[in-house]
């Protein structure tokens, strides 16, 4: 019966902005979730959403539903974006991507995927992570454990630690990595750090998995920070990429995003370059209907087997392609039962910006404002803490870090004083949104900082 259930407890994250809803006191301010506001703190809906939104309502767009992979236009997009128009994995149709609901909603239709096609496969997840992470994978059923991250001590990268976890897990496990500004410590491997990381994965046979929620957001330049998913890519391997466009497009309420699978070994990217041919359409629809027919028999992967042995296959077609038309059956398989098909608006949004040059060109702008931005509260939050603090304390690690967080490296007792005693609402772990910080609340969040961490 209903009234033996029990209050569940309220969430990290989204329960921090319940609980500032709830203050009455003026002096209040919210870094608890990462979203954009503006130096008055207010939200911000970007200018190129205005007009893309503008041009839906002139073209009379209709309210039918999508297909089950979503907007064919955002998805030719969203995985251009992330690989750039050129890369081979997209010439060579490597990609199966889907629409999904913003980067959560990707990340679980990927467990999901793992679940049924990976049974027993564990997910490796960085310690700390995003406070959903280890709900989408518990929620789906998908064993995870962690691997070694952030050093208290030097508030930077334990990279000895991670190597060396990623190295100890059993073969074949997912590797989540966050592709730029890491949530939530804002700390980053520096590019020969992921080659090293790419290396041990590959040599380890794990999957990466990379949840990219920052793109263009971190760094203000979309290529640099999609240059970890290229690095991985580009070395023929098999991976997921979670996408969202809930930072870097402000479409928070939308839920726009996708899950790539990129279908790719050394050996089947080799083989595809000598066969650059594509599939026909004909082709496709009959892999996917033969696919339906015996998936509920046999598990794809044995599938994928057998047929990765039939020579007119492999001679006539580009194989990581058909991989990919398999790949999304099944992800399409998955999301119907789940929520049927996704919406549509947020799709069109994406489509319309990044697949317009101008507009593309304005939003590529909007985002440098909007990652300057924050970057100047991060300088003006350092500088007030040095200033401010004379205990000697280094504060320079806030500098170090990038993208919407700053991991403070206060405790949990800490962060209770910043939001009981100074009304400065942040989530448990420490974490700071500099995203919700306002030049002229730097000095007030410094005085806060140093009394809770010194008190
Ligand atoms: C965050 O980390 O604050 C955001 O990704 C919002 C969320 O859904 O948790």
Redesign the pocket.
């Known amino acids: 019966r209903f009234e033996g259930i029990a209050m569940a407890p309220p969430d990290p ?2 329960g921090v902005s319940e609980a500032f809803r709830a203050d009455t006191d003026v002096k209040k301010l919210n870094l ?4 954009y506001r503006t130096e008055e703190l207010q939200p911000y809906v970007l200018d190129v959403v205005k007009k893309a939104e503008n041009l839906m309502l002139e073209r009379g767009e209709n309210k039918e539903y999508l297909p089950i992979e979503g907007l064919a236009a955002f998805n030719k997009v969203t995985a251009e974006l992330l690989f750039g128009a050129d890369n081979p994995v997209i010439k060579q149709q490597k990609v199966a991507t889907i629409q999904g609901l913003s ?2 909603g990707s990340l679980r239709l990927a467990a999901a995927f793992i679940e049924r096609y990976f049974p027993g496969a564990q997910v490796l997840i960085s310690s700390p992570t ?3 992470h280890k709900n989408i994978f518990n929620d789906a059923r998908v064993p995870w454990s962690e691997y070694r991250y952030y050093d208290p001590k030097t508030v930077g990268l334990d990279f000895e630690g991670m190597i060396s976890d990623i190295k100890a897990a059993p073969e074949g496990s997912f590797v989540l990595l966050h592709g730029c500004a890491h ?2 410590t804002g700390i980053d491997p520096t590019p020969e750090q992921w080659e090293k990381i790419s290396d041990v994965i590959q040599e380890k046979n794990h999957i990466p998995f990379f949840d990219v ?1 920052y793109q263009g957001f971190a760094s203000g330049s979309l290529d640099a920070d999609a240059s970890s998913v290229r690095l991985f890519a580009a070395r023929g391997m098999e991976l997921l990429i979670a996408q969202s466009y ?1 930072k870097n497009l402000g479409l928070y309420a939308e839920r726009i995003g996708a899950i790539n699978v990129v279908c790719s070994t050394a050996d089947a990217a080799a083989r595809c370059e000598d066969i650059d041919c594509t599939l026909s359409r004909d082709m496709e629809e009959m892999v996917v209907k033969s696919v339906r027919l015996v998936s509920d028999v046999w598990n794809i992967t044995h599938y994928l087997l057998l047929i990765s042995w039939c020579p007119l296959v492999n001679l006539c077609c580009n194989w990581d392609s058909v991989k990919g038309v398999l790949v999304k059956s099944q992800l399409k398989r998955i999301a119907r039962p789940m929520y049927s098909n996704p919406p549509v608006h947020g799709a069109r949004i994406v489509a319309n910006v990044v697949g317009d040059p101008a507009l593309f060109n304005e939003w590529k702008a909007e985002m440098e404002m909007m990652a300057g931005r924050i970057k100047n509260v991060r300088q003006k939050l350092f500088d007030s803490l040095s200033a401010k603090d004379k205990s000697g304390k280094d504060w320079s690690f806030i500098l170090k870090q990038i993208g919407m967080f700053s991991f403070t490296g206060l405790n949990k007792t800490q962060s209770e004083s910043m939001t009981n005693k100074w009304h400065v609402y942040l989530t448990k772990d420490g974490r700071i ?1 500099l995203a919700g910080l306002s030049l002229a609340k730097c000095e007030y969040l410094a005085d806060a900082i140093i009394d809770s961490y010194h008190n």
């Open positions: 994250i989204l608890g979730v990462g979203a980067g959560t995003w406070g959903n949530n939530p929620a809930s949104s």
